[in-house]
């Protein structure tokens, strides 16, 4: 069964520019998360997606940091304009559901992101 | 607001040795823990997975242990291996939320051959 997919695995822009981001769930996944991972530090959720809809949003700087999941499958990450604070491993991760048994989530290889 | 904790940050051990990671939380209100490994440049890989009614799991040469009432949780690696070296994370999932993880800031492990 293949894995979460993401891509690019890096990239490299300079402050004020935007950057996307893309990541394919496993197959059957329904939930779907985004994760910010600082050097050094444990990830932290930015946003948390059931199918199409958006679960929990609370700490996704909405500002510049934007997300959707169009379709329920894949979602993008998009960053407008980037600031030099984030520079950060992003992690997408997917569980089959949000709840129950099913919740345990698997981690895609994350894109490394750096601000110059 | 839920605090994940993680001692020591950095740890390095000849190999063979038998070490302990520890983790503590602030609430211990949580559905359930899990460890996971990342490698540099990786993603994260479950290692272990403690549901809040169980006391401990076993997967080969990892122990790890929940004691939900004093907030603590220990990951035990028994005879250690330089293959072992990464960082280990642990993060607990809160009882009356969706599935939102909160990550401790993990321990960076280094086995020395």
């Known amino acids: 069964e293949a894995g979460v997919a993401q891509s690019p695995r890096y990239k490299i822009i300079e402050k004020r520019q935007s950057v996307a981001f893309w990541c394919n769930p496993i197959?059957?996944?329904?939930?779907l998360y985004w994760y910010q991972q600082i050097l050094g530090q444990g990830p932290k959720l930015l946003i948390q997606?059931?199918?199409?809809?958006?679960?929990?949003d609370s700490q996704l700087p909405k500002d510049r940091f934007s997300a959707e999941r169009l379709k329920g499958v894949d979602s993008t990450l998009k960053i407008q304009p980037a600031k030099l604070e984030d520079s950060a491993v992003y992690l997408c991760?997917?569980?089959?559901?949000?709840?129950?048994?099913?919740?345990?989530?698997?981690f895609g290889p994350g894109t490394r992101l750096t601000v110059l | 607001k839920q605090e994940v904790t993680q001692i020591p940050a950095a740890l390095s051990v000849p190999e063979g040795e038998n070490l302990v990671l520890n983790c503590s939380f602030t609430?211990?209100?949580?559905?359930?823990l899990q460890w996971f490994r990342q490698d540099p440049g990786k993603g994260l890989t479950s290692l272990l997975l403690?549901?809040?009614?169980?006391r401990e799991q076993t997967s080969g040469r990892l122990n790890a242990s929940l004691d939900k009432s004093s907030g603590r949780s220990t990951l035990y690696i028994a005879a250690s291996q330089p293959g072992d070296s990464a960082t280990y994370l642990c993060?607990?999932?809160?009882?009356?939320?969706?599935?939102?993880?909160?990550f401790g800031g993990g321990t960076r492990l280094m086995v020395k051959p």
């Open positions: 197959s059957g996944h329904a939930t």
């Open positions: 991760a997917s569980s089959l559901s949000q709840r129950g048994s099913y919740n345990e989530q698997f």
């Open positions: 993060a607990v999932r809160p009882r009356d939320a969706g599935n939102m993880l909160t």
């Open positions: 997606f059931q199918n199409n809809g958006v679960v929990d």
């Open positions: 403690i549901q809040s009614s169980q």
């Open positions: 609430d211990s209100a949580i559905y359930n």
